[in-house]
């Protein structure tokens, strides 16, 4: 068969298969993110049928879906919302560096993998999803909830710290010299913060430049923007999702109204692509090895996140059923935990990171939108209930 033709089928067949599975998902009641995971070890390397072709489609595709997952989840919210949930949430970002990253780093030394390995797995379970994250917030009808700023701002939080984080890994595995680190830093810092001065002090001047009262000139310019910003952003060692979502945030008013509107079906298709992509690229052979350490830890370094997540929504004053919903939202590990595994393992650290890092972010991609619904669950309520009377009697015999 033409390549050019197979290429349409075997992506039309995926596309379509997407499609089935969030069908199944909603009769089911859950989100279509574990399903589409499932279907991607399926067909992926190593599956039932592993896909041959269009794997450039879809891996540029996977990008896109992160990018544009963000910049609409960005749009949702002001500069000055921004501004004030990072300060409020500051102590919850410390806090959630610590339970997230120490796990990691302790895990690596025990499975002997050195202290490099360490820094780089501490990494690894210390930052979570945004990317899968906006989608799960999406898929539950969260996002204009009390809790969901919290969660906002404790991704934004690490995604920056990741200017910082990614910079000096990457110093360490290659053995740059001080001077050299201190560079690439700076340069990673200098382009978080241009980013952040226009998005939060000439936001109006990017609505202007991008508005229009044509649609396709609408999409295209806000598309644009947005991918020249990631791009640039990620050349510079930041994010790219971090970029995408900062022009979110500067976009403000009608214009981010028809914005949103524009977008959504494309970051819907773009997003699912994503998952699809993260499957496809697993060999569940390579998971066996390393499947019941990697389970160990994502228990833990789940718990720590619904700890963190508790803690921030509770010191804002969030009701009990909302901050079980925001420790909850924070469990899946994504995007940045894979980079960070890929750069590892490229600089000569023990090859079984890369299995055991994969292993531990599936878990997490699958169990965390399965958690997010806990909070909703009658029985949930019902002991969260009884808990909090007991806390309320316990408290009066004290007094």
Avoid: C
């Avoid at 002001?78 to 004030?84: H, I, N, P, Y």
């Avoid at 030394?109 to 799960?136: D, E, H, N, Q």
């Avoid at 000096?168 to 952040?196: E, H, Q």
């Amino acid at each position: 068969m033409d390549d050019g033709a197979l290429v349409l089928i075997e992506i039309g067949a995926l596309l379509l298969g997407i499609a089935l599975l969030g069908r199944l998902a909603g009769r089911i009641g859950i989100s279509p993110i574990p399903l589409i995971l499932l279907a991607g070890l399926a067909f992926g390397e190593g599956g039932l049928l592993p896909f041959s072709a269009g794997e450039e489609f879809i891996e540029i595709g996977a990008e896109i879906g992160v990018i544009l997952l963000l910049l609409l989840l960005g749009l949702e919210y002001t500069a000055d919302e921004l501004f004030g949930n990072l300060r409020r949430s500051r102590h919850a970002g410390v806090l959630d560096a610590v339970l997230g990253a120490a796990p990691g780093a302790l895990a690596a030394l025990i499975l002997g993998w050195g202290p490099v390995a360490a820094l780089a797995l501490a990494g690894i379970t210390w930052v979570s999803s945004s990317g899968v994250i906006a989608r799960m917030l999406q898929d539950l009808g969260r996002l204009a909830n009390r809790e969901t700023p919290v969660v906002l701002s404790i991704l934004v939080i690490e995604d920056l710290a990741m200017a910082f984080y990614l910079p000096i890994l990457t110093a360490v595995l290659i053995g740059l010299d001080p001077g050299a680190a201190v560079v690439t830093v700076v340069v990673s810092l200098a382009t978080v913060t241009l980013i952040l001065y226009i998005a939060l002090r000439h936001g109006k001047v990017v609505s202007r430049l991008v508005w229009s009262r044509n649609a396709e000139v609408l999409l295209l310019s806000v598309l644009g923007l947005t991918l020249i910003v990631a791009g640039l952003a990620a050349q510079a060692n930041v994010s790219a999702a971090v970029g995408a979502f900062l022009v979110g945030i500067a976009i403000s008013g009608p214009v981010a109204a028809h914005a949103h509107r524009l977008l959504s079906p494309l970051r819907d298709l773009f997003a699912s692509v994503f998952f699809l992509f993260f499957g496809l690229s697993t060999d569940p052979a390579d998971l066996v090895a390393v499947l019941i350490p990697a389970a160990l830890l994502a228990v833990v370094t789940m718990a720590t996140k619904v700890l963190t997540g508790y803690r921030a929504a509770r010191a804002v004053g969030i009701a009990e059923a909302g901050r079980w919903r925001a420790g909850f939202a924070l469990t899946p590990r994504g995007e940045f935990s894979i980079v960070i595994a890929g750069l590892a393992v490229g600089a000569g650290v023990d090859r079984s990171l890369a299995a055991f890092a994969t292993a531990y972010v599936l878990i997490t991609m699958i169990a965390g939108p399965l958690l997010a619904r806990l909070p909703d669950a009658g029985w949930f309520a019902a002991w969260t209930g009884r808990v909090q009377t007991n806390r309320r009697a316990s408290g009066a015999r004290a007094s």
